[in-house]
C-alpha cells in the first residue's frame, strides 16, 4: 500500500520536471534561428550553445545584455531577459548534447597544426582537457570553425575584451595561420 503514494510522489515530480524543461525550451524558441533548437547551430556564423558551461552561457547573456559584449544580434535579443531568464536558457543550453557538424571537414595538416599550437599556448589549463570547459571557463572543443576563427581575431585584435584581458594576451601573437589551424584543431574534437 505504501508503493502507491511513492509512485504519485515520483510521477507528479517527473510532470514538474518535464514541465520545467519545457518551459526552458520555450524560453530558448527565439534563439534557435541562429543557434538551432537545441544549441547546435546549422551554421558557422553562430556558436552551438549545446553542452556549453552554464556559467559561461550566464556571464555571456549578461554581457550582452549589460553592453559589455556587444552584437547587432544578441544586444537587443537578450535585452528583454530577465536575470532568471537568463539562468534558465544557460541551463536548458548546458544540459543539452552538443553535436558534430558534418558540414566541416578539418584538414588533417591544420589540426595536426593546430595541436602544436594549443599546446603551445596552453589551451587547456583553461579550457580543461579536451576542451570540454568548466565553470566561465567556456567549451571550445566541436564548436563551430567560423566561430571560432572570428572570436580568435576579436580577442586577438581587442574588438572582443570582455575577459579581463586573459585571451587577449593568450592570442595576442597568433598569426592567422596559427588561428586557422587552431579552429580547425578544436572543430576536429
Do not use: W
Not at 126 to 150: D, M, S
Not at 164 to 188: F, W
Amino acid at each position: 500500500m505504501r508503493i502507491q503514494p511513492l509512485l504519485l510522489a515520483a510521477t507528479l515530480g517527473l510532470s514538474s520536471m518535464a514541465g520545467a524543461g519545457a518551459a526552458m525550451a520555450a524560453k530558448s524558441d527565439s534563439c534557435a534561428h541562429c543557434h538551432g533548437t537545441d544549441g547546435n547551430s546549422s551554421s558557422g556564423l553562430y556558436p552551438s550553445l549545446a553542452g556549453q558551461t552554464k556559467e559561461y552561457l550566464y556571464r555571456q547573456i549578461m554581457a550582452f545584455k549589460e553592453g559589455k559584449r556587444k552584437n547587432a544580434m544578441m544586444s537587443p535579443s537578450v535585452g528583454i531577459l530577465s536575470e532568471q531568464d537568463a539562468k534558465d536558457l544557460a541551463e536548458y543550453f548546458s544540459s543539452q548534447n552538443m553535436l558534430r557538424s558534418g558540414s566541416f571537414k578539418p584538414d588533417p595538416a591544420l589540426v595536426d597544426k593546430g595541436k602544436k599550437v594549443a599546446e603551445e599556448a596552453q589551451c587547456a589549463a583553461c579550457h580543461q582537457p579536451g576542451y570540454k570547459g568548466l565553470n566561465e571557463f567556456p567549451r571550445v572543443a566541436r564548436q563551430k570553425h567560423a566561430y571560432i576563427i572570428k572570436q580568435l581575431k576579436d580577442y586577438r585584435d581587442g574588438a572582443r575584451t570582455n575577459d579581463d584581458g586573459v585571451m587577449s594576451a593568450t592570442v595576442k601573437s597568433l598569426t592567422d595561420e596559427q588561428i586557422e589551424a587552431l579552429g580547425h584543431y578544436l572543430g576536429s574534437l
